[in-house]
């Protein structure tokens, strides 16, 4: 059996990345953006900021399932055109918003074009079983990388030629994934696809009970959550502080980001390669929750001038690139084998609906109590996160005993 992907597994890779690639980055390229544009140029309320910035995670919770289900009746390819198309509409509808509750329907019918989970099924589809894994992880990979790059694109492209030409710029990247999924996706197979892949790709109704049974599986759910909630919450006030308080140009708000970006992943490579070598993933795991956690605390009282800014953001993407980097891996590890992709449907769902309440919460946060009450926020959501792992590993230890107890 061949290690390498053939000729055809390439070619759907390469249009499924550059797919993804591009909605994923005009998803994101907004986020250190929008909250700047919606105070000075709408003059919106905190909320309202951070109701513009989270509303795509909900609209992403609640139509990833249905996409993934009516790409199962009427095929993939039309799925993932069609979400593209709902996804270039509002970002039109951004572009040309002359009020935030506008901007806030554009921004919902960004994330209503969901799919996500039929981009990983039609992975599914055109690979092989000794593939599919490594195919998924490209996708993966593409994801975090566009993240990173939408932090430092987004600014620049702003700087240039406005936010309103940020959302210009998607919908021709939305456009262009259109064109690159009618003219590159390969067809699916005929026969055996959807049915051999369904449960590897979307929720299975008799399997979503036992997922949500299990505590290892939970645990990492919550964790999750927590994580983008935090992020959604920050991308709500660290904008405005550079902006407004620290005087910084919103085409310099890229070059900060290259920078702690750049020098965290000198950190994060090492500390990934370290974890899987030696068998200390867990520990990896919670150091880098305990490390985001300090990091809130931390700003919660130091945020007012660059050099705090910049260490504690920092610290903070070591941490954050590390999580996003382990816990996908921990999902698929922990998963059982015929329940794998009902415990990857309610993990991302999970994800989109953190990415939902950071955003309003923060937005509230940041009107009641400023920056620092934004940041108390993003403190307790950590603290959260960690009596649960605490926990988890009591409830291990409990289990691991009476093992040994029982085979004694």
Known sequence: MTSQLNSLEKRAIGALASILSLRMLGLFMILPVLAVYVNTELLASPFVIGLALGIYGLTQAIFQVPFGMLSDRFGRKPLIITGLLIFLIGSVIAALAE????????????????????????????????????????????????????????????????????????????MLASLIAYRGLPAAPETGGAAQTASQTGIVRGSLKSVLREGSLLRLDIGIFCLHAVLMAMFVVVPLILHEQLGMPIFQHAYLYLVVLILSFAVVFPLLLWSERRGRVAWLLMGAVTLLGIVQWSLWGFHSTLTQLVINLFLFFIAFNVLEALLPSLISRIAPAAHKGTALGVYSTAQFLGAFVGGIVGGWCYAQQGAAGVFLFCGMMMLLWLLVMLKGVQSEKGQTQETQIESG
């Open 99 to 174: 009020s935030s509750l506008t901007l806030i329907i554009g921004r919902a019918l960004q994330g209503a074009g969901a799919i996500s989970s039929v981009v990983l099924a039609t992975a599914a589809d055109l690979t092989r079983d000794s593939q599919r894994t490594k195919a998924i992880a490209i996708l993966g990979m593409v994801v975090g990388a566009c993240f990173c790059l939408a932090l430092i694109v987004g600014p620049l492209v702003a700087g240039l030629v406005g936010i309103r030409g940020v959302f210009w710029a998607i919908a021709a990247m939305a």
